[in-house]
């Protein structure tokens, strides 16, 4: 998961994302447990499936992200391999982005990469 100094800069508007973020924009946060973490080609595979996710006009801002070789704290969880953070205007285009056909082929071209997946839909307050 995103560390909670770098999730509260993103949803305050003061951190990675920028600033001037509206509060209906949504972040969508996906990390990917790769099936064989150990196979390079498996992790490229997915990162450039999830590059080409931004190709989606839905899609405002994309990150696509490994985990920071950080200072290890209890509070952080780096037990994924690959997370992808997206930025939608508002929900209605974050439903959107999950109907694309776009989005709906990478499901179906890479679900058998990933072992596990977890998805963060967050709303600034």
């Known amino acids: 998961m995103l560390g909670t100094t770098v999730t509260a800069g993103l949803l305050s508007g003061t951190g990675v994302m920028g600033s001037g973020a509206k509060k209906s924009e949504v ?7 790769l099936r064989h973490p150990d196979s390079e080609a498996d992790r490229a595979r997915l990162i450039a499936g999830l590059k080409a996710l931004s190709d989606i006009k839905l899609v405002r801002k ?3 992200g490994v985990p920071a070789q950080t200072e290890k704290r209890s509070a952080v969880d780096s037990s994924w391999d690959v997370s992808l953070l997206t930025v939608f205007s508002d929900v209605a285009s974050e439903a959107a982005y999950i ?3 776009v989005h709906q082929d990478f499901l179906k071209k890479h679900n058998d990469l990933w072992s596990r997946i977890q998805v963060y839909d967050t709303l600034e307050v």
């Open 27 to 33: 972040l969508h946060q996906v990390y990917f447990w």
């Open 99 to 101: 109907k694309h056909p």
């Open 62 to 64: 994309l990150h696509v």
